[in-house]
């Protein structure tokens, strides 16, 4: 990742004031910009906002979308698709989101971000169930399995990164083979397994107007 590209994710961070997570595990450490300057980025930080219920619901929708890296188009298809499904359309959101194939492998440790997901998977270096997958977006259900290619090089970078976040807990919904370099769907995610704090009926109610 670029050093520009490296500033602009801290800055997104900064903007919605809380860990994103976009650059993985150094997220975790005194570096994070979070941490170290938990303000707004701009010249006047601290001047004074209106803050309307539009503009709270619209920072929500934003914090969730860069959180899990969704574009606009692709974040109201989850929505859509959350409407249609039984039980609460906030929770559903978020389910959907968290069985993304690059959350999962992130989550598992198998990748140093999201993004660094998206690369693994987009390169064709990330099974599902024994076979390849290219689409980041893929959703995996209870009883998937996934890992990476046999590639020396791929696992040799993989192995480093699961040692790196071996002691970050995991979610009751899935479980690392760390030997294997892969990991099991064990069940569907709830609204208990996601520690990112995000006020989700918020952006049910901006995405409902």
Known sequence: M????????CVLCRREGVKLFLKGARCETSKCAVTKRNFPPGAHPWARTRHSEYRIQLREKQKLKRYYGVGEKQFTIYFK???????????????????????????????????????????GHVNVNGRRCDVASAQVRAGDRVGVTERDSIRKLVKGWVEERSSFPLPGWIERDTAALGGKITSTPTRADVTFEVREQLVIELMSK
Do not use: C, W
Not at 2 to 9: D, P, R, T
Not at 113 to 118: E, Q, T, V, Y
């Open 81 to 123: 698709k959350a409407t249609r499904m039984k039980g609460n359309t906030g929770e559903n959101l978020l389910a959907l989101l968290e069985q993304r194939l690059d959350n999962v492998m992130f989550t598992l440790g198998l990748a140093p971000s999201r993004k660094g997901a998206r690369q693994l998977i987009a390169h």
């Open 2 to 9: 670029s050093v520009l590209n490296n500033q602009k994710a």
